[in-house]
């Protein structure tokens, strides 16, 4: 049985409190408790219940054996999973900008188009953490190695990454996210050309090239490139060791022609929606634990899964 500390109030209060606390700073959500249900709850207390609940859904750190794990429906067989993972630096108290990692789950069949050149997903599993891979991953295999069909992971270049993907997805589709790949490659290319003209036309040729299959041409031709400085010296070593170590992900034309997509704009927007809305605001800094603690709360709220943390304050009470 879960214990916690008396809070004073009613369940369903501190279910309020813990929805409004991972909306909001804590002082707003006083303020709306205040205004809406004329309920006294000072913005300390607001951060006292949210954490604590927030720490408690932690399927790694809880300590009870009720499995708080939010899932997608279950898969059809004509599915694919999409499962792709980045990282987002918020300010912290004792450590200085810190590295949240976040993963994002979805199926294919959820990614809807919703108007001309605009698609949305319209149901995903987040998982995040503020810390080391040795937490996060484990909390995200509990959703992952729910889903058995085929699953397709889009990333950056971490190594992290696809060692764990390669360790226990063998046989899955792996993919570079394109973006990245063209990033690594514009950081050479700035330091490489002066001319911007020259730049911008080396540029279309190689984007042209990764779209047609031809990494190993894109190789060549920065290999081919004379470096006009030590600078762009070590930045050309840096891209075209990435590119190599990577080939295999960036089949970009084979895995459009798949139907699949090679780019991790759903990531992004996941950062923006899931954690710098709420936790990277002007003048915020997070202690580990804190963080971690509305930032899980916002996964599930996120993921349309409060009920799940309804059920743990019934349980908690």
């Known amino acids: 049985m879960l214990q916690h500390s008396a ?27 205040k205004e809406l249900l004329n309920i006294t709850l000072s913005a300390k207390q607001c951060q006292r219940v949210s954490q604590w609940y927030g720490n408690q859904i932690d399927p790694i750190i809880t300590a009870n054996q009720i499995d708080f794990i939010p899932q997608l429906s279950p898969p059809r067989k004509e599915d694919t999973c999409y499962v792709m993972m980045d990282g987002c630096m918020l300010y912290t108290r004792d450590d200085g900008w810190k590295e949240n990692k976040l993963a994002r789950v979805f199926y294919d069949r959820e990614n809807i188009n919703i108007q001309k050149n605009r698609n949305e997903i319209v149901n995903t599993v987040y998982v995040s953490h503020l810390g080391g891979i040795d937490k996060f991953l484990p909390k995200l295999e509990r959703h992952t190695a729910l889903i058995k069909i085929p699953k397709v992971f889009i990333a950056d270049g971490a190594k992290w990454i696809w060692n764990w993907v390669e360790d226990n997805y063998p046989g899955s589709v792996q993919i570079l996210d394109y973006y990245h790949a ?64 990577h080939e295999d992900r960036m089949q970009y034309k084979t895995f459009r022609d798949r139907g699949l997509l090679i780019g991790s704009g759903p990531m992004e927007a996941a ?47």
């Open 182 to 245: 063209v990033e690594k490659l514009e950081a050479f290319a700035k330091i490489q050309f002066s001319d911007q003209i020259k730049r911008k036309e080396w540029m279309t040729i190689q984007k042209e090239l990764l779209m047609k299959d031809r990494v190993e041409d894109v190789i060549r031709n920065i290999r081919k490139t004379r470096s006009i400085n030590t600078s762009a010296k070590e930045s050309k070593i840096k891209v075209i060791r990435y590119y190599v170590e």
């Open 271 to 317: 950062h923006r929606n899931v954690t710098q809305q709420r936790m990277k605001l002007s003048g915020q800094k997070w202690s580990i634990k804190g963080a971690n603690a509305i930032a899980n709360l916002r996964c599930y709220q996120k993921s349309n899964k409060w009920s799940i943390v309804n059920d743990l304050v019934k349980i908690a009470a």
């Open 7 to 33: 809070f004073k109030i009613t369940t369903y209060m501190q279910s309020m409190t813990c929805l409004l606390s991972q909306n909001v700073v804590f002082s707003e959500a006083s303020g709306l408790l």
